[in-house]
């Protein structure tokens, strides 16, 4: 009997795009265990950048944060490194507060930038 891979979701904004492309160079090794799913700017570059294997959500401003935390809600997401970009305003930005609040609300990790990505990637405790 196989078990299914834990699944991390990757989301970053504009301003952070380039942050979490060099996050998931520097560990590549670690996410290519993981299921892992992304909105789809971040999705394509993760995939054209950096060769990992994602799953495709909508855009966050389209809907792919909500659809993420639907899946956060229903168990389906062990972690969320979501690079927040704090110095520019985000047109979603309730998709984006309703995400936060899933991921607070059902206890799954949440990192808001690659420092505590790093930490939550690095202390096994996915």
């Not at 970053?12 to 789809?40: N, P, S």
């Amino acid at each position: 009997m196989t078990t299914n891979p834990k699944t991390v979701a990757l989301i970053a904004h504009d301003g952070k795009k380039a942050d979490m492309v060099a996050f998931a160079i520097e560990h590549k090794a670690v996410l290519q265990k993981y299921e892992l799913l992304a909105t789809r700017t971040t999705g394509t570059l993760l995939r054209d950048k950096c060769g990992l294997n994602v799953n495709i959500m909508l855009s966050g401003p389209h809907g792919g944060d909500a659809q993420i935390a639907a899946k956060v809600a229903e168990g389906q997401i062990e972690a969320v490194f979501f690079f927040i970009d704090p110095l520019n305003a985000q047109p979603h930005d309730p998709d984006i507060q309703g995400l936060l609040r899933i991921c607070n609300v059902h206890n799954v990790p949440l990192a808001t930038n690659p420092a505590t990505a790093a930490f939550v990637i690095s202390a096994k405790a996915l």
